[in-house]
């Protein structure tokens, strides 16, 4: 059984940044697999936000080059989103995926002044 947790959700100011982390636990490597950060803003369909490869390549969405940072601590077990800039149109559910299959429950990011 695959276990993903996000945290470091929250409100924040535009122009801010946030950090978020997603644990996997259970029979999961993340060393081996494609792990990625996905969104769902309201009345939206669920878009990519970042994407690491197994061997460590990025992949971003455009709307967030040079916003975001995707990485990973495979000893952790874990991969984070560091967001910076963050702009209203951020707002969204963050969801953790793992080799696509697996997902988090989401962590909530709302950017407003």
């Known amino acids: 059984q695959v276990q993903l947790v996000e945290s470091g959700g929250g409100l924040v100011q535009p122009g801010g940044s946030l950090r978020l982390s997603c644990a996997a636990s259970?029979?999961?490597?993340?060393?081996?697999?494609?792990m990625g950060w996905y969104r769902q803003a309201p009345g939206k369909e669920r878009e990519l936000v970042a994407e690491t490869s197994s061997s460590g390549r990025a992949n971003y969405a455009d709307s967030v080059k040079g916003r975001f940072t995707i990485s990973r601590d495979n000893a952790k077990n874990t991969v984070y989103l560091q967001m910076n800039s963050l702009k209203p149109e951020d707002t969204a559910v963050y969801y953790c995926?793992?080799?696509?299959?697996?997902w988090g429950q989401g962590t909530q990011i709302t950017v407003s002044s």
């Open positions: 259970g029979s999961i490597f993340i060393k081996f697999i494609s």
């Open positions: 995926n793992a080799a696509g299959n697996h």
